[in-house]
């Protein structure tokens, strides 16, 4: 079993920054593909991005150029920087971890973020 404990959300006025962190129990071997995923009220989760072990990221159209994903396998940390926020990014975000050699995957608990307008 692997645990997420995601922090960083909070309230930001349109055009701010948060940077999310998410820490997991596991250690960087055991983990493969880590990744955030948002639901908005009243929507499906979505795949806001994804970073592998090598470090190769991906992220939704939505938020290419204002957000950021980096891995410190060190410190088996994934993080979201995100800038240039909008209302539309008000959402719960949840940090989502896949297990190496494993199509098994866990999910943190969230975390919610809130722009104002």
């Known amino acids: 079993q692997v645990q997420l404990v995601e922090s960083g959300g909070g309230l930001v006025q349109a055009g701010g920054s948060l940077r999310l962190s998410c820490v997991a129990s596991a250690t960087f071997f055991s983990l493969n593909v880590m990744g955030w995923y948002r639901q908005a009220p009243g929507k499906q989760r979505e795949l806001v991005a994804t970073?592998?072990?090598?470090?190769?990221?991906n992220y939704a159209d939505s938020v290419k150029g204002r957000f950021t994903i980096s891995r410190d396998n060190a410190k088996n940390t994934v993080y979201l920087q995100m800038n240039s926020l909008n209302p539309e990014d008000t959402a719960v975000y949840y940090c989502k971890a896949d297990l190496y050699g494993s199509t098994r995957a866990f999910w943190g608990q969230g975390t919610q973020v809130t722009v104002s307008s």
């Open positions: 970073v592998t072990r090598s470090g190769s990221t």
